[in-house]
């Protein structure tokens, strides 16, 4: 059922210049770095439009969805746990979206939804802000030559894994404590890429490669000090291995802190944020995201 079906008189006479808004949907959403990143991206183009967040129980998710067709609204994020169930909300899904089959973006163009994943090619931006991967002549970011190791296979785990599948990678390591959700990821990834998939629910038969890239997609050191990885298995990698831990909430993480005791290169998810957000924004606005602002405002 989509929103176009549902809405009912979307289409509104107001009155001139409306105030824009944009928001987050998700439960929670208190914690979201968003309002401290798009606010003043929106306030140096001056547009008008206030960045909120709507947190929204599951009971309410498509009178959420409904109101996003109301003159005057840009669209909004989606973050957990919504992701996937918004999909049938929508009018048009970006091809993208409709394969990790999860949309985090939803703009609003003429009281038609559509959808898209910015976190895909957010995480590729990101990495190759940290000297990960070269920069092709169509934009996109290359990652051939390189081996990821990806830790989950969730909701996140799915964008990360299309969008390393897609970057030419080597091959595709994907580790994770339910044997069969890791296989089922591989299967899905394997049906659209052709690069070599893993899956493996022990760390102990990693067998590491160099050009290695440690990606954490689980919520493994969100609330807790522990590490998705043991540190004698992170201990076995190259000195050219690369971690990079999708949390940004706190900084600095279990993982992160091994693989910085150990040498290893190590970033959090702000830079993924930073871009992925960037991207949303660009989507909503038409208007290329003003990347430093953002990225002072974030790191204040």
Known sequence: ????????????????????????????????????????????????ATYELWRTPAEQLLVRIRALC?????????????????????????????QIGAVNTIV???????????????????LHEHGVGSLQADGTISLKGYTAVLLGAGGAARGAAFALAS????????????????????????????????????????????????????????HEEVSPLPADVLARFNADTFVYDMIYNPIQTNLLLQARTMELRAANGLSMLLHQGALAFELWTNQPAPLEIMRAALMR
Do not use: W
């Not at 929103?3 to 914690?31: C, E, F, M, W, Y």
């Open 108 to 126: 609003n163009r003429d009281d038609y939804l559509h959808g898209y994943n910015t976190d895909a090619p957010g995480l590729l931006r990101a």
């Open 167 to 222: 970057s030419g990678i080597e091959r595709l390591v994907i580790l994770n404590r339910s044997l069969e959700r890791a296989q089922l990821l591989a299967a899905l990834i394997q049906k659209s890429y052709e690069c070599p998939v893993f899956s493996l629910s022990d760390p102990n038969f990693l067998i590491p490669h160099s050009s290695s890239i440690i990606i954490n997609a689980t919520s493994v050191g969100l």
């Open 70 to 98: 109301q003159q005057g609204c840009l669209g909004a994020n989606v973050t957990i746990p919504y992701k996937e169930s918004v999909l049938p909300l929508l009018d048009v899904v970006d091809p993208l979206a409709a």
């Open 1 to 48: 059922m989509s929103a176009r079906n549902t809405v009912v008189g979307s289409k509104q006479s107001g009155s001139k210049g409306p105030q824009l808004r944009v928001g987050l949907i998700g439960d929670p959403v208190a914690h979201s770095f968003s309002p401290r990143l798009q606010q003043p991206a929106l306030n140096a183009l001056g547009i008008p």
